[in-house]
């Protein structure tokens, strides 16, 4: 998993003028990411100049209710995940009509395709 280059490719897409948050579900200290402050200090002075759109970390466990809420209010769901076994937000944001942005790859190909998903290599983020 990259949240660092997801942050940057959202950086580059997207300014504070557009109407939009990445909201973003991760616990520190997993997969060897640095701590949110940490990483976005770093994140941030590539960027000197300008004006960022926002990020949200949630890096506490929440509630199932408040996972259908973040799923029934987004534009876009995206998997930092290499592949998944059956992909459970995967199929939670389907089912509310999100798209899906994740690899080719997994167990979630049994309900994704590319009438509701966009798929991508592992290396499209770093572009």
Known sequence: KNPQD??????????ADDNIMLIMRSYKGMHGVEAPATSMSRIKSEFIGKVLPPIAFLSMNISETDINWLHQNAFLFVSMAHAEGWGLCHSQSLAVGVPVL????????EFQNENNSFFHNNNILSR
Do not use: D, E, P, T
């Not at 994740?102 to 190909?109: D, F, I, M, P, R």
């Open 6 to 15: 997801l942050i940057r490719a959202y950086y580059r897409a997207f300014s």
């Open 102 to 109: 994740s690899v080719n790859w997994g167990g979630s190909l």
